[in-house]
């Protein structure tokens, strides 16, 4: 099963609104075949495995898979009837699909298939390869990471006209394979104005996110390169639903931006209405890479499932903070690594 879990991780950045997947096909510790979900609308994990099985016989082999098996048709056909007209004598099933159009039927064709069926095999570690789809198919909101570099004094931007970056190349090498991996990146309007930043993809190998900027005013300069792209990379700007900005978001929607127009208490936008109303367009992963107060307002609205926090070596004494205060009734910190010379922090909301 860890095997199977090694594989899933390889669709990152690729199956979305699907869940990363993995399936290895054993006898004994004899490995027959193995499989992931490589690409939305392509073969799921299963099918790959017994493709690469074909020439083999699998009578009375086990399928190890992270995520039950599909009973439904969808841009696919049901993954749990191709398993059941195999040989396979077992099927060992990381977690359950919460999908109302699977959520146990693939479990129970299975086992009316006469196949030994057990559930539950390095559950949390499964969960955790498909958090986004589980989440986001619970919630019907998408799951939000938050990703923060800070000096050792809390500071998160090195002086103005520096010409350097906070943190390692390391990190933002890691900070790129995440917006890779998820399907947006969100952040608010100053921070548009401040940096004028590019939210791609440049130095892993990857598919840009959708870019969303949180922007109630509709204040995002025309010439930014945010506003400049956004016919190559899809780019959604979030505003009040206020008919005084009509003219303002017509000249960017001319320049290729997507509006999402909501309603607005003074100057914010509800976080968990944009969750929701982002979730309808398709988006079932963030990561937020706002600012101190773009930070504050996703994170009281208790909408950010997980924070890492990129700690550079440096006391920088003046300039924008923010600091991040653990409730450990609230957050657990699952890793503690270093890389490159800053230290990482993964930290995780406490499921209720």
Known sequence: MRHAIALAERGAGQVSPNPLVGCVIARGNELLSEGWHERYGQHHA????????QNCDLTGATMYVTLEPCAHHGKQPPCAHAVADTNIARIVVGCQDPNPLVAGKGLDVLRAAGKEVLVGIEEQSCEWVARYFLHAMKSRTPYIVAKVATSLDNKIAMPENS?????????RIIVHRMRASLDAVLIGVGTVIADNPSLNVRLVEGRDPVRIILDPQCRTPHDSVIASTARQQRTIIVTSDDPELAYARSLLEDLGCEFLTLP????????????????????RSILLEGGPVTLDNF????????????????????GREWDFH????????????????DQHYLYRIMPH
């Open 163 to 171: 010409g350097r970056w906070l943190t390692s190349e390391e990190s």
């Open 264 to 283: 607005a208490v003074g100057s914010t936008i509800q976080p968990q209405e944009i969750a929701r109303s982002l979730f309808a367009r398709g988006i």
């Open 326 to 341: 653990v409730d450990p009734r609230t957050w657990h910190l699952i890793e503690t690594r270093s890389v490159g010379c």
């Open 299 to 318: 994170m009281h609205a208790g909408i950010v499932q997980e924070m890492h926090i990129h700690m550079a070596p440096l006391t920088l004494g003046m």
């Open 46 to 53: 299963e099918i790959n495995a017994l493709h690469h099985a």
